[in-house]
């Protein structure tokens, strides 16, 4: 079995990002939990970041939910943080928050330990909500903390950019 290709680096994956945006004249706006802000950090590393950001926030927390995104148990009855649907939902909800063309959400196990719904450490949900909806869940097998951090960071760059390589610009 062949190793998985190595991701390109956040910075490069935030330049794309960033480059794509600006073409098509679109905006995204960011929900991280594990992550704890390393993607929006690289989008908004690049000069003239404020043509497509509207904001994000790190979700560690049910409390910072309902304070940030204005979930409720209703929102969420039925599903649990760290799945796809749950990502769908929060990037849908950022999205119509920030009134932005594109959400982003992550939602994860860091590690060095699993959370607390049973997921292993280096387990991730990625999502993408747009013209296009897209979600996908990665395993690191890694409890390494930071390496996960930054690997959840670059999944959730990449699946954006590669939905935004392959969708029109939005009307």
Known sequence: MS?????????????????????????????????????????????GASAYFRGGAVVYTRRSARALLGLTAADTLGMRAETEPYALLVAGRIRDSHRASWGLAESGAAGPSGSPYGDAPGHVCVAVVGVESRSRTIETASPDRPANMDRFARQLLLLFDETLATQPPSA
Do not use: C, H, M
């Open 3 to 47: 190793a998985a290709p190595e991701l390109p680096s956040l910075a490069e994956l935030a330049a794309r990002v960033a480059n794509r945006l600006r073409e098509r004249g679109e905006t995204v706006a960011l929900v991280e939990s594990s992550a704890g802000g390393l993607a929006s950090a690289a989008l908004l590393a690049i000069a």
